[in-house]
């Protein structure tokens, strides 16, 4: 065996240029493969990022009974009392903010719109003085500035406004019915404009205070939900647990953002399969470049193989020979592969590549505005590393096989 | 030592059947010098690879220190091959890689020789076959004739019973041609080695003790000389 290796690099060597291209095959190979990787993680961590810093937050405290009902956004199945829900919450130093979802009618005319219309829309109602400990929202008002507390203002999402062709100090009209189903009218205009790295906030967000929701809907003091914010969002389930046990949650329901957001997680996981895909595609790519310069290498030493054979050298000696120096040209590719993807990811996460124009345009599910990061993700360097080097002995295989079926004065007798 | 009873070989050739060997008897004893001639085409080299156990007979017995080769699968083959028989070819066939010594040694790995005493063997038989000093160059740092030299220290280094050797001389003017053959020709006298060569060469023929004509398949005359 030792023999064999120090045979097997000397063969590296001579054929030089040959290892070196069919290792630079692999290296693209696996340095592709880690940076399609990077950015698909990159992608799918920002994502879940921005479900929720603009969307779900950790998790929602709510009634039992409005999670079934929400496609509807009824004010039937209310929090009468979050004080103390907050309260109670403040006591274990949960960040916490209460809101009210509701739908509603927006209404707007010409002059100074572009034209009259109207449009079907979910509104949410926040806290100014609380939303930031959850929610990530006032960095992104690009036109205006934040809502404040009894003003009937409203924060339009970026690509909404454009579409209706709002601007800040716009007047417009949302009319909705109230927690007792009176139809009410809420006069407010636009203060703030809304282009935050969400999508699903820039295409159909709309913004109001609280208090004004509270005042016009007859809520008297009532939300729909508290909202959560925990250090980690990875670990949900052992904070929501402890949550349950106070006595002032004791009647709520408490979801989590996976839960929340499972339309979207599961979209994610969709995509995944067709990532999956992709890479592999990748691979067998890498794979039919590598084995056409395997099979001239091993189809070159023919007459080498039957004269090995002639001595008697077992076959399998013979192809492990071969295997190991596949398995040679497979780790310098996986060693620069890795190298490769490596330096070509160190710009992916520190700058990004830059998809605003793609994902204004098309709805590709990512909660992801426009640049994308990349992440470090260490599995995928061991895995490129591996199948790098499988890939090339897997290849060398077939070839191989074949010279040795060969018999030996046949193979003698090649030029 | 060596006995070739009636030995048959037939290559299919499409819906042609080529007989390259129509029932070959000979037998060769430990020390001869001989040369298997003929004309192109008459079955010299179909029948080198048979006693070389490279290729398989169609009928007929061949045996080597009175083992049947007929019986043996491909690992028992290729270890026969391995220790008991030496070749030399025509286009000299050494490792590009390796060096003159460890082509040498190479024989002596594949039968799991210690590297001590492997490498005694190989530095003295380089040294017999006039290589001394050259251990370490490469093949494309040797002439045709000095890599023909480590491929017959290849074949020896092993002691085999029989070294096989399919026109030696057929790659080499004919100077280095001749120096080959009475380097041969030393060693088959000094160790009593088996040699077994194939050429249509004259000149050639004219080294072996032993001259075996085979036509056509068959062989037509057989005939021992004095040195
Ligand atoms: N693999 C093969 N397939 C078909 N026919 C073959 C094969 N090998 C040899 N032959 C035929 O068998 C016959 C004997 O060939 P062989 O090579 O043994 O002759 P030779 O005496 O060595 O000739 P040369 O002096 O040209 O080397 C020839 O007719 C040749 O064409
Ligand atoms: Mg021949």
């Not at chain 2, 499409?14 to 037998?27: E, F, K, M, P």
Request: glycine fraction near 8%; hydrophobic fraction near 45%; aromatic fraction near 6%.
């Amino acid at each position: 065996m030792k023999f064999l290796v120090r045979l097997a690099t000397k063969n590296l060597w001579r054929y030089g240029r040959r290892t070196l291209i069919t290792a630079a095959a692999i290296a693209l190979g696996l340095a592709t493969y880690v940076l399609l990787d990077s950015m698909l993680v990159g992608a799918d961590e920002e994502s879940v990022r921005n479900l929720i810093w603009y969307e779900t937050g950790s998790a929602r405290v709510m009634h039992p009974d409005y999670w079934a009902e929400r496609e509807r956004a009824p004010l039937r199945h209310v929090i009468e009392d979050p004080d103390s829900v907050l309260d109670a919450l403040r006591s274990q130093d949960v960040a916490a903010t209460p809101r009210t979802t509701f739908s509603g009618e927006l209404i707007v005319w010409r002059d100074p719109f572009p034209e009259d219309g109207s449009l079907l829309v979910h509104v949410t109602a926040i806290d100014p003085e609380t939303d930031g400990r959850v929610y990530r929202f006032d960095q992104w008002i690009t036109e205006g500035r934040p809502l404040q507390a009894g003003e009937p203002g409203v924060v339009l999402g970026s690509w909404l406004a454009e579409d209706l062709g709002a601007e800040v100090g716009y007047p417009l009209i949302i009319s909705a019915r109230s927690r007792y189903g009176a139809r009410v009218t809420i006069d407010a205009e636009v203060v703030g404009i809304l282009n935050s790295p969400n999508p699903v906030i820039n295409r159909g967000g709309i913004f109001l205070p609280l208090d004004i929701a509270d005042l016009y809907l007859d809520m008297e003091g009532a939300v729909t939900q508290i909202d959560l914010r925990f250090a980690d969002y990875a670990r949900v389930e052992g904070p929501i647990a402890e949550l349950k046990q106070l006595p002032a949650l004791r009647d709520l329901e408490i979801a989590d953002w996976r839960l929340l957001g499972a339309d979207y997680i599961a979209m994610m996981e969709a995509d995944s399969v067709g990532s999956g895909i992709i890479l592999f595609l990748v691979f067998v790519i890498a794979a039919v470049g590598v084995s056409n310069t395997m099979l001239m290498t091993i189809f070159e030493r023919t007459r080498e193989i039957g004269m090995m054979r002639a001595l008697g050298m077992d076959d399998r000696a013979i192809r492990n020979l071969f295997l190991i120096e596949a398995a040679g040209i497979g780790l310098i590719g996986a060693a620069a592969g890795i190298l490769l993807g490596a330096l070509g990811n160190i710009p992916m996460v520190r700058v990004g590549i830059d998809y605003s124009a793609m994902f204004r345009t098309m709805d590709a599910g990512y909660r992801s505005t426009g640049v994308l990061y990349g992440a470090w993700v260490p599995s995928t360097f061991v895995i490129a590393a591996l199948m790098g080097v499988a890939l090339a002995v897997i290849v060398a295989l077939v070839p191989t096989r074949r010279a040795l079926r060969m018999d030996i004065p046949r193979a003698l007798s090649r030029q | 030592m060596i006995s070739v009873t009636n030995v048959q070989k037939q290559y299919r050739d499409g819906d042609t059947t080529v007989h390259a060997l129509r029932g070959v008897s000979l037998s060769i004893e430990q020390g001869e010098f001989i040369s298997i001639a003929g004309p192109s085409g008459s079955g010299k080299t179909t029948l080198l690879n048979l006693i070389g156990c490279i290729d398989t007979a169609t009928a007929g017995e061949i045996s080597i220190d009175g083992r049947a080769v007929a019986g043996c699968g491909k690992r028992e083959l290729a270890a026969i091959r391995r220790e008991k028989l030496g070749f030399v070819f025509q286009s000299f066939n050494l490792i590009p890689v390796l060096t003159a010594f460890e082509n040498v040694a190479f024989s002596l790995t594949l039968t799991g020789t210690p590297d001590a005493e492997a490498r005694e063997r190989t530095m003295r038989i380089l040294d017999e076959v006039g290589l001394a000093g050259m251990e370490d160059r490469r093949p494309s740092q040797l002439s045709g004739g000095q890599q023909q030299r480590v491929a017959v220290a290849r074949a020896l280094v092993k002691e085999p019973t029989v070294v096989l050797a399919d026109e030696p001389t057929a790659n080499l003017d004919s100077r280095t041609g001749h120096a080959i053959l009475e380097l041969m020709v030393e060693m088959n006298r000094r160790h009593n080695t088996t040699f077994v060569f194939s050429t249509h060469d004259q000149m050639v023929m004219d080294y072996a003790r032993r001259l075996t004509m085979l036509h056509d398949g068959e062989i037509v005359s057989d005939e021992r000389r004095s040195a």
